[in-house]
């Protein structure tokens, strides 16, 4: 059977995620110390874990309401508006999803008609594009620069900006390159935010791990929230990736239409992962400070053994991940990296996995032990020294 012509076309020409293949070549190699995946090494803190153990043992293991349980949508709206100064009504204006990444999905599909265009700043996570395109969208790609630490700026969107851009994606802090983007830099935007109607797509999943100053989300500004589809989870703020638990804010006709397809294609998050969201909105506050506090160590310790190997590497101000320039070996990403994890048994993640204009550069993440990442930097340290040394 010719399965070519069965499976969409779409799907088929969809490349595989880039950092999932360098995860997954660690299979079975026992020697290999991975830096790859944003993956808290924390465990999810105990009175977390055990509100869902104990919404188990009661068995209230029924379906939700579509939209989640009602005390975690107002554990939310106070989490939001108590550590972020974001008011969202719990009713209309948010719902729960599978994870972040499917609160993107129902965003882009409740918004894009064919030929409709979305500016993806990159380098960016991996999901943008696909998702996109598979809804017959133009992803755009927005390419931000080293020079600029990684940001959005008027000069780069500006030209972007026509009649069918339908949204712009802003991912800060953002992953890969640790950047954020501070009220000030956001302000600038604002001019061509409002010059057409057009949406933001914010993806504010690291949003509590910045370092020296607060996150800003840009439904915070003037004119903003109106326009501003904002993505949340659990995952990063505290150790929960595997409970996939996320929610999607907006104005509620927004909403409206994306809990229409999350209701055909989800039903409900599950009920167990949403009592533990409950415990961790309403309880939560100091782990997220502890873990934040840990990440940061843990970023310094990362930045400095870099550009002590003579490693070009931009002050990430935000999530958990560095991302150094590895271009100076006359070879490129995918290269350095394969001969990384072949040769010392470090394995990171190759710049072009996160867009076409991310050649040259490799993530880092630090979302390990100070042990862990001791070990694999002093692997890399000897590679580099095979290498000749400091890039040219």
Not at 225 to 250: D, P, Q
Not at 273 to 284: D, I, L, P, T, Y
Request: proline share 5%; with cysteine.
């Amino acid at each position: 059977m010719d399965y070519s012509k069965l499976l969409s076309t779409k799907v088929q020409v969809i490349k595989p995620s880039g950092i999932r293949k360098f995860f997954d070549m660690l299979s079975g190699r026992k020697d290999v110390i991975s830096l790859t995946v944003g993956q808290p090494d924390f465990h999810t803190p105990y009175h977390i874990s055990n509100a869902a153990v104990e919404s188990i043992t009661k068995n209230k293991t029924y379906y939700t309401s579509n939209s989640g349980l009602i005390e975690l949508r107002e554990g939310i709206s106070a989490y939001l508006d108590r550590r972020f100064s974001l008011q969202y009504d719990a009713a209309t204006e948010m719902f729960v999803t599978v994870g972040g990444s499917e609160a993107i999905d129902m965003a882009f599909r409740s918004i894009i008609d064919p030929g409709d265009e979305i500016i993806v700043p990159e380098p960016c996570f991996v999901c943008y594009a696909p998702l996109i395109e598979m809804m017959g969208g133009v992803a755009v790609p927005l390419y931000t620069r080293v020079e600029d630490k990684f940001k959005v700026t008027p000069e780069l969107l500006r030209p972007l900006v026509n009649e069918r851009t339908k949204a712009l994606v802003l991912t800060y802090p953002n992953n890969p390159t640790g950047a954020i983007m501070t009220r000030e830099d956001l302000e600038k935007l604002l001019p061509i935010l409002t010059s057409k109607d057009m949406l933001v797509l914010s993806d504010e999943i690291y949003a509590e791990l910045t370092y020296g100053r607060k996150h800003c989300s840009v439904a915070t500004l003037p004119d903003m929230r109106e326009r501003t589809i904002i993505i949340g989870g659990f995952s990063k703020a505290y150790a929960m990736t595997g409970w996939r638990l996320g929610y999607v804010c907006a104005p509620a006709p927004l909403i409206k239409q994306m809990l229409k397809l999350h209701q055909y294609g989800i039903m409900c998050a599950a009920t167990a992962s949403q009592f533990a969201g409950v415990e961790a909105v309403n309880h939560g506050d100091e782990d997220i400070e502890y873990m934040k506090e840990q990440y940061n160590f843990r970023r310094t310790y990362v930045t400095n053994r870099l550009r002590e190997m003579g490693l070009d590497c931009f002050e990430p101000e935000g999530a958990f991940y560095v991302f150094p320039y590895i271009g100076g070996f006359g070879m490129t990403s995918d290269e350095f990296c394969d001969r990384l994890i072949n040769e010392k048994g470090v394995a990171i993640v190759p710049g072009g996995a996160f867009g076409a204009g991310s050649e040259g550069f490799a993530r880092i993440s630090y979302a390990y032990s100070i042990e862990h990442l001791e070990e694999a930097l002093n692997r890399m340290e000897a590679f580099i020294r095979d290498l000749g040394g400091k890039a040219d």
